[in-house]
């Protein structure tokens, strides 16, 4: 999904104002005023989900996404900046006017592609769709890593291999406490999910009053990151990277285009 982007210790710039669950600290608050950044309060206990609302057997599955914090509108495009290991990363996300069908469910394609100092270094179809519950069900993505002159598909899964299933992306009540699975593909691709805040950020690109910090952990490589969603507008904040712009496109995928798929694009 989304590329997990292992954070051993982030300095943000941006202001943030949470409602946090079990978190105590905030890798994304400004060194030093952690206590300032976030007011805290209990949550008196954590809701485990069950991947099992996104199964293809439950039917009932739409493209049209009414879960406020990830918008499914084709040709809508986010762009995310940032700075990891002394690049300038930019992230564009848009939703693509394609579908793809997976375990007999129609989803919706969302491209992904990250520039590190200007060069292309990775492109990612991802597939979502929504449950009747109004959950965002993740059912797979095809990943290009462009690395030492090859391309690498590590991290490329699809619901409907044997011993796969559909994760939660976004729950449809998206409490604090509240934990679920993003990927269901052992062994290739496990991040796990909990709602750990709820609150005001504000990014380059404005302020976002109704927000969900999501803590992402992956069992893997023990790795964790965190994202923020906003009610309206989705992904707009991703590790390091912050939400600087929103576009309307053709919603047309530009090449190159992924070079191996796992399933059939319609």
């Given at each position: 999904m989304i590329t997990l982007k292992i954070m051993a210790s982030v300095v943000a710039t941006f202001a943030l104002t949470l409602v946090v669950g079990c978190d105590r600290t905030d890798p994304t608050a400004p060194a030093g005023q952690e206590a300032v950044a976030l007011q805290t309060k209990?949550?008196?206990?954590?809701?485990?989900?069950?991947?099992?609302?996104?199964?293809?057997?439950?039917?009932?599955?739409?493209?049209?996404?009414?879960?406020?914090?990830?918008?499914?509108?084709?040709?809508?495009?986010?762009?995310l900046t940032g700075e990891e290991e002394g690049a300038t990363h930019t992230l564009q996300?848009?939703?693509?006017?394609?579908?793809?069908?997976?375990?007999?469910?129609?989803?919706?394609?969302?491209?992904?592609?990250?520039?590190?100092?200007?060069e292309l270094i990775e492109v990612s179809f991802n597939y979502?769709?929504?449950?009747?519950?109004?959950?965002?069900?993740?059912?797979?993505?095809?990943?290009?890593?462009?690395?030492?002159?090859?391309?690498?598909?590590?991290?490329?899964?699809?619901?409907?291999?044997?011993?796969?299933?559909?994760?939660?992306?976004?729950?449809?009540?998206?409490t604090p406490g509240t934990r679920f699975e993003i990927?269901?593909?052992p062994g290739?691709?496990?991040d796990e999910g909990k709602i750990v805040g709820v609150g005001s950020v504000e990014v380059p690109f404005g302020l976002f009053t109704n927000t969900i910090r999501i803590r992402e952990f992956n069992p893997l490589?023990?790795?964790?990151?965190?994202?923020?969603?906003?009610?309206?507008?989705?992904?707009?904040?991703?590790?390091?990277?912050?939400?600087?712009?929103?576009?309307q496109t053709s919603g047309a995928a530009p090449q190159p285009t992924i070079t191996r798929q796992t399933c059939g694009v319609s």
């Open positions: 209990q949550v008196s206990a954590t809701k485990k989900l069950s991947a099992t609302l996104c199964s293809p057997s439950g039917g009932g599955f739409t493209l049209a996404s009414t879960n406020p914090y990830w918008p499914l509108t084709v040709g809508r495009q986010l762009i996300i848009t939703v693509l006017d394609q579908t793809r069908p997976i375990s007999g469910v129609t989803t919706r394609v969302v491209e992904e592609r990250e520039f590190a100092d200007g979502f769709v929504q449950a009747p519950g109004g959950a965002i069900c993740y059912f797979g993505e095809d990943v290009d890593i462009y690395e030492d002159g090859g391309v690498s598909h590590e991290g490329t899964w699809c619901a409907d291999h044997p011993g796969f299933a559909a994760g939660i992306f976004i729950p449809a009540e998206p990927e269901v593909a290739v691709a496990e490589d023990r790795g964790k990151d965190y994202k923020v969603h906003a009610a309206g507008t989705g992904i707009i904040v991703d590790g390091t990277l912050q939400l600087e712009d929103v576009n």
